[in-house]
């Protein structure tokens, strides 16, 4: 396995990274915020109170 990704590496092959649920699902959720932005059918500071609810600090 260590070979095949030095050689797609050499090739210029971009090698596959392993995304996480949780990190797919964020990235819809903000990708639909955004578009109801930019559609207008959410106003400003309702976007950015959605964010902050999607945004998780680990302390």
């Known amino acids: ?25 964020l990235q819809k959720k903000m990708q639909r915020l955004c578009e109801e932005v930019a559609s207008e059918s959410k106003a400003v500071q309702d976007f950015l109170a959605a964010v902050g609810h999607c945004i998780r600090i680990h302390v």
């Open 1 to 25: 396995m260590a070979e095949t990704e030095v050689y797609q590496y050499e090739h210029g092959e971009p090698v596959a990274k392993r995304v996480r649920k949780g990190t797919l699902l």
